[in-house]
């Protein structure tokens, strides 16, 4: 059972989560803000309960048979055109994807299907087999692939798309939420152990207050926020300088690591400049 690790803040209904979902043999499907910690989760998970972790990071191009395998046609025909022997055996062309390796693994291992959302809207169901069955077909070579143990599957995705329903209800589902105060903490004690209390305490009042500017288009998140506190630290930044930022009129200090483009700092430009007007 998942129980956390030294590395990884896991809160008490995400350790459900994950131990639900290896209960069931279901794949755990985990949305969240970017930043919140859901590809790290599925290393956590494999480190904290001793398996090998696969990961596939899903891009735009990505199709669902990229995770099972591919015919490199294109080589078996250059080779064929040197002579090469190895042409005789169509297996020499056939190249394993990540649920291969995974299913092939002698031990249960974990699969990451990371961001999951960016691929074709039929990505998920041209799944649904696979991952229901713990099999597939290799047509090239006419070879039944089954999985000899099951695999935790941990699937995240930023809900840029809607996922389709025939694949959601084969999931669990779990949703982490941003971090309290509290918990990040703790996240951070995890990732700078002994850093200064006085400027977490005066950075993490900047970083949530500034969460809260409305109409912010990319709010700053916990990856942010680390960065942050490692460029205060390298840089000595007085914490008395993050400190209401005098009411908010002035910009915070490295603010680059927190506002990711122009419009945001422009929007906090403006809301400072109105400031100082009322002031």
Not at 68 to 95: C, F, H, K, T
Not at 142 to 169: G, M, W, Y
Request: aromatic share 8%.
């Amino acid at each position: 059972m998942f129980q956390g690790t030294d590395r990884y803040v896991a809160t008490q209904d995400l350790m459900m989560a994950v131990n639900a979902a290896l209960t069931l043999g279901r794949p755990l499907l985990v949305k969240g803000e970017p930043g919140t910690g859901k590809t790290m989760l599925a290393e956590e998970v494999a480190r904290g309960l001793g398996r090998p972790l696969f990961e596939w990071h899903v891009k735009s191009t990505t199709r669902a048979q990229h995770g099972l395998y591919e015919y490199d046609a294109v080589s078996r025909l250059r080779d064929s055109q040197l002579g090469d022997p190895r042409v005789a055996d169509i297996a020499n062309y056939i190249v394993r994807g990540r649920l291969w390796d995974a299913f092939d693994s002698p031990e249960p291992a974990v699969v990451l299907i990371d961001e999951v959302d960016k691929a074709d809207i039929e990505f998920p169901n041209d799944l649904l087999r696979e991952l229901d069955r713990m099999e597939f077909y290799v047509h090239e070579t006419r070879e039944l692939v089954r999985a000899k143990h099951r695999p935790l599957i941990i699937i995240t995705s930023n809900n840029e798309k809607e996922l389709p329903d025939a694949f959601l209800r084969r999931c669990f589902f779990h949703y982490i939420r941003f971090p309290d105060r509290d918990t990040m903490a703790r996240i951070v004690e995890v990732h700078y152990p002994g850093i200064r209390d006085v400027l977490v305490r005066e950075a993490m009042e900047a970083f949530f207050d500034l969460r809260e500017v409305p109409g912010l288009k990319k709010k700053p998140t916990t990856s942010e926020l680390l960065d942050w506190l490692k460029l205060l630290m390298a840089d000595d930044i007085p914490p008395e300088t993050l400190r209401s930022r005098d009411n908010g009129r002035i910009l915070p200090p490295l603010h680059g690591a927190l506002l990711k483009n122009e419009q945001d700092v422009h929007l906090l430009e403006r809301l400072i400049f109105m400031s100082r007007r009322r002031g």
